[in-house]
């Protein structure tokens, strides 16, 4: 019997020290979870009012409070003790793990604190609405107009300052065809009349009549001297006489002295017409010379104006072939518009009805009127060559050629100045629409720049937002604790350049579609954001009906008056820019569906109109007068009709920080502006505000019965076993957090 007995005894000892080691583990577990639970429930009041909850561990003794709550549950009451726990506070222990500046843990935490209060339904309803009143095409179709019209305008610029350079080659050719036109007729007229004195005599036979003619003259000149010196001699004889010698002497002098007077006589009269004629034939000789003269130089200005209207007839073809690649690509990019938008089209017919192309033929036509002109220039010169020396008949025909030559042109320069005056006239008066157009949406956009107030300027304000985004700043804190960059999102701001606002407006628009797609969170973050901060229109008007109750975390009551929102959503240091990146993007948007419900008019459209931009800038400054007053409204604290054409759909300025929120989905930019907004409303770090610890327990039991067989089974490893000094020891750990 004792052999049956033992063995059974030995094993139920056995069995009781294992039973009492797991009773010790489950008394230990249960204690350090309390603990656990005891240390956590001392979590802040002040972060709780933001729905938030962590242990600010540097001031909590939380080490201390933990081993008291610890070894007070683990130690049994007087009397007998059927466990006899004893704790190892050597080897026991708490420890934090995540902060609340962990911005995963703040995260949890805020979708945890929104999912039952956060009206993403807002959200939801919106974007229904934009789909189920096809607002979404609309907006879609009117920014694809808008990036074909300013391609379209693009492109129609660039074909009329192509065809500005030809007209302006154009008329360089008429300049220098009418200027040699002056300057041959004066030349041809005077040719005729060189040739009719010149007659049919070379120069050769003009020369050898000089010749002859200075030969004659020479020879006359001695004869005339001899004959004067004759004279003298005999004057001398008929003075010498005495009257010695007879009656018959002086006779005979004076006899011989009139034979030599008449022979002197006719030598002088032959002298005179004989340098008469020298004269005439120098005369002649210098006609010939300027004959000679206006001939090669007339040829030359021929020659020289035909080299000038080849150079501009080739640079009016490569201009007219430049306008004409443009209306190529202008009519392609208009029947990719017409392609692309092959549904239901919710814009106005209207406005495609441009005028603007020319019919093919014209550019072709253009050459060819303009060709005439240097050909015929080519037919004169071949003319001017043709004509003979002194061929007076031939100048008729030279005549007639150069005659044809300015008619041509005259007609030419007639017919394309009426055409270039009415283009540029259509032209300007585009211009002067666009310009027009263009100053009234300057205007809205001056007006939204200057809307911005209510900001501080004083040092408190300046001070506060040094804090936060300045040299060791807050938001440089978190950052740097998270690894992760509190940058400022892509903001869009209406500028100056008004077709650049007016693109913004209609890209703005057109990032509506599948908004919702993967950002629950990011809801749950930014209605957080405006639910425990305030915002330009706390607390007033249509705004202030829709809050509901105050927060508990008192957004009238923080440091940073009605500015916390943007600041969260654009992160500048300065009331200023926040506020006016806010205003301007809504401005924006608003721009955009404004202009895309004003293209929506059945009456919207330039009929006839020449640039393609004046049916979208016309919409477009109508949509900014709307949009200025629209944002006015939004942040007097009233609401508005999201879309005035597609259903009613009122929002305020709160809804439309949503929207704003969800067009820059930044999260962990926003959760570390926020982390840095939460310390300067609270003045708790978070850095040092515990969400998650971990605690560890360890203690040991007494072994009753064969500490010796026990500690051979632990050795086989079919139960593990620390047995010391005849007690059993364990170590657990547990974790503890508030999301």
């Known amino acids: 019997m004792m052999i049956v007995l033992v063995p059974i005894f030995l094993f139920q000892a056995l069995f009781a020290d294992l039973i009492r080691l797991q009773l010790a583990e489950r008394e230990n577990e249960l204690a350090l979870k309390a603990a656990l639970r005891s240390v956590m429930s001392r979590y802040d009041r002040s972060l709780a009012a933001y729905g938030l909850f962590g242990l600010k561990w540097a001031e909590s003794g939380s080490v201390p409070l933990y081993m008291d709550y610890l070894t007070r549950n683990l130690a049994g009451g007087e009397g007998y003790r059927y466990l006899d726990l004893q704790p190892d506070r050597m080897n026991s222990g708490i420890e934090p793990v995540y902060t609340l500046a962990n911005p995963d843990v703040l995260k949890r935490q805020i979708v945890q604190e929104m999912k039952l209060k956060a009206p993403v339904e807002f959200i939801t309803e919106l974007l229904d609405k934009f789909q189920k009143t096809k607002a979404d095409k609309a907006m879609s179709q009117a920014k694809m107009y808008g990036d074909s019209m300013r391609e379209l305008e693009k492109l129609h610029w660039k074909r009329e300052e192509a065809l500005d350079k030809a007209w302006e080659k154009a008329q360089a050719m008429l300049g220098h065809v009418e200027a040699a036109g002056t300057t041959l007729n004066g030349n041809l007229s005077r040719l005729e009349t060189l040739a009719g004195q010149i007659g049919n005599r070379t120069e050769e036979q003009v020369l050898a009549a000089v010749s002859d003619a200075e030969r004659m003259i020479q020879s006359l000149n001695e004869r005339i001297r001899q004959l004067q010196q004759n004279m003298y001699s005999l004057s001398l004889a008929m003075a010498s006489l005495t009257g010695k010698e007879g009656p018959g002497a002086a006779m005979a002098l004076g006899q011989a002295m009139s034979a030599v007077q008449t022979e002197l006589n006719e030598a002088s009269r032959l002298l005179s017409e004989e340098s008469g004629r020298l004269t005439e ?36 073809c490569t201009a007219l072939d430049q306008a004409e690649e443009q209306q190529t690509k202008w009519l392609a990019e208009l029947e990719r518009y017409k392609s692309a938008g092959t549904g239901e089209s919710h814009l106005s017919e209207g406005l495609l009805l441009l005028s603007s192309a020319y019919d093919k033929a014209y550019f072709s036509r253009y050459k060819t009127e303009a060709a005439r002109i240097p050909a015929s220039l080519h037919g004169l010169a071949l003319r001017w060559a043709e004509q003979a ?104 701001r209406p500028g100056t350049d008004t077709d650049a606002s007016m693109g913004l407006g209609l890209d703005i628009i057109s990032q509506f579609s599948g908004l919702l797609t993967g950002l629950r969170d990011e809801l749950f973050i930014n209605e957080y954001a405006l639910d425990k901060f305030n915002y330009r229109t706390w607390g007033v008007g249509e705004a202030a009906q829709q809050q509901g109750a105050p927060a508990r975390s008192n957004p009238g009551g923080h440091p940073l008056v009605r500015q916390e929102a943007e600041y969260l959503l654009y992160g500048f240091n300065s009331c200023d820019l926040n506020l006016s990146a806010a205003y301007g993007e809504m401005f924006l948007l608003f721009f955009g569906i404004r202009t895309a419900e004003a293209l929506m008019d059945p009456a919207a459209g330039a009929a006839g109109a020449v640039a393609p ?31 005035q054409k597609l259903g009613a759909f009122k929002v305020t300025y709160k809804d439309m920080l949503r929207v704003m929120l969800l067009l820059h989905p930044n999260q962990s930019s926003v959760l570390i502006r926020m982390q840095a907004l939460l310390e300067l409303n609270t003045g708790i770090d978070l850095t040092q505000t515990t969400t998650y610890v971990q605690g560890t327990s360890s203690g040991s039991v007494n072994v009753w019965f064969l500490p010796g067989v026990l500690r051979a089974i632990g050795k086989t490893g079919a139960v593990s076993l620390d047995l010391e000094e005849g007690r059993f020891r364990f170590r657990q750990t547990a974790v503890y957090a508030y999301d």
């Open 281 to 316: 034939l120098k005369k002649l000789l210098a006609d010939m010379a300027e004959y000679a003269l206006l001939f090669g130089s007339s040829k030359q200005l021929v020659a020289a104006t035909e080299q000038k209207l080849d150079v501009d007839y080739r640079a009016l």
């Open 389 to 492: 020396w002194w061929n007076t008949s031939q100048w008729g025909k030279v005549a007639e050629e150069l005659q044809g030559l300015l008619e041509l042109s005259a007609g030419f320069k007639s017919g394309r100045a009426a055409l270039e005056a009415e283009r540029q006239a259509r032209n300007q008066t585009d211009r002067n629409e666009e310009e027009q157009q263009r100053k009234k949406i300057g205007g809205s956009l001056a007006d939204i720049r200057k809307a911005v107030t209510g900001c501080s300027t004083g040092n408190g304000e300046i001070a506060l937002y040094a804090k936060l985004g300045g040299p060791d700043s807050l938001t440089g804190k978190y950052s740097v604790y998270s690894k992760l960059a509190a940058a400022s999102p892509g903001v869009n």
């Open 613 to 643: 931009l004046a049916a979208l800038l016309k919409a477009a400054a109508e949509g900014a007068a709307r949009a200025v007053q629209d944002v006015h409204t939004l942040t007097g604290g009233g609401a508005v009709s999201l879309f």
